[in-house]
């Protein structure tokens, strides 16, 4: 079971750490990703890591501003997300999947899914 947390509401420039914890199962040579679906629009790609190597991947609109990692010790990922602006407010999700690196930011690749974590940026 995936579990996703730390959204809340932040002001437009805050930073927010969100984390992904797993619980029954131990994170190995899987992808484990971060999606955000904000009001009225589809699921997007946020970031990605690959358990084993540490690789990251970005979606190209985000890199610079968020930065993924994971701990093997507490066997989670983080997303930790700097500058925010009120775009950025979605629901985040973090899911677990293994697949070529051509499939990365496709949803339908990833077969765990966490329940999501508000993330409201407002002034």
């Known amino acids: 079971q995936l579990q996703a947390f730390g959204g809340g509401l932040v002001q437009p420039g805050d930073a927010l750490r969100l984390s992904c914890a797993a619980s029954?199962?131990?994170?190995?040579?899987?992808?484990i990703a971060w999606f955000r679906q904000g009001p009225g629009k589809e699921r997007e790609f946020v970031s990605a890591?690959?358990?084993?190597?540490?690789?990251?991947y970005y979606s190209d609109s985000l890199k610079g501003r968020f930065a993924i990692s994971r701990h093997r010790g507490e066997n989670a990922v983080f997303l930790q997300m700097n500058g925010l602006k009120p775009e950025d407010t979605a629901v985040y999700y973090c899911?677990?999947?293994?697949?070529?690196?051509?499939?990365?930011?496709?949803?339908?690749?990833?077969?765990?899914w966490g329940q999501g974590t508000l993330v409201t940026v407002s002034s």
């Open positions: 029954g199962r131990t994170f190995s040579s899987e992808t």
């Open positions: 890591i690959r358990w084993s190597s540490q690789h990251t």
């Open positions: 899911a677990v999947g293994s697949m070529a690196l051509s499939s990365i930011r496709l949803a339908r690749m990833y077969h765990y």
